[in-house]
Nanobody
Framework: QVQLVESGGGLVQTGGSLRLSCAAS????????MGWFRQAPGKERECVAT????????YYADSVKDRFSISRDNAKSTLYLEMNSLKPEDTAVYFC???????????????????WGQGTQVTVSS
């Protein structure tokens, strides 16, 4: 089992920045691929970014490339998402998730992730 707790969401103006954190506990964090996903009202959950267990491989959705950055600190069992140049369309609940298997490629399909946090709201005003 992995317990995940997100923090860092809030209300920000267009063009602003936020840094999300996801603190993990339980099963070893450092061997699991991790991801950030988001869900806006009336829309399906979508992948924002993923990262391999050692941070060497990352994936970004086209909509956030060059604006968002995913990183992890395995010593602190914490996942991060740095979000810059925020747009109103980035408004959503953001979730962190842990893969079900160790050392895999960090897939973008939410179905590959077994453990989920409760989410943190990000609202970008125009």
């Amino acid at each position: 089992q992995v317990q995940l707790v997100e923090s860092g969401g809030g209300l920000v103006q267009t063009g602003g920045s936020l840094r999300l954190s996801c603190a993990a506990s339980g099963r070893s964090f450092k061997t699991l691929p991790m991801g950030w996903f988001r869900q806006a009202p009336g829309k399906e959950r979508e992948c924002v970014a993923t990262i391999s267990w050692n941070g060497d491989t990352t994936y970004y959705a086209d909509s956030v490339k060059d604006r968002f950055s995913i990183s992890r600190d395995n010593a602190k069992s914490t996942l991060y998402l740095e979000m810059n140049s925020l747009k109103p369309e980035d408004t959503a609940v953001y979730f962190c998730a842990a893969d079900r298997s160790d050392y895999r490629y960090p897939y973008s399909d939410p179905a590959e992730y077994e453990y989920w946090g409760q989410g943190t709201q990000v609202t970008v005003s125009s």
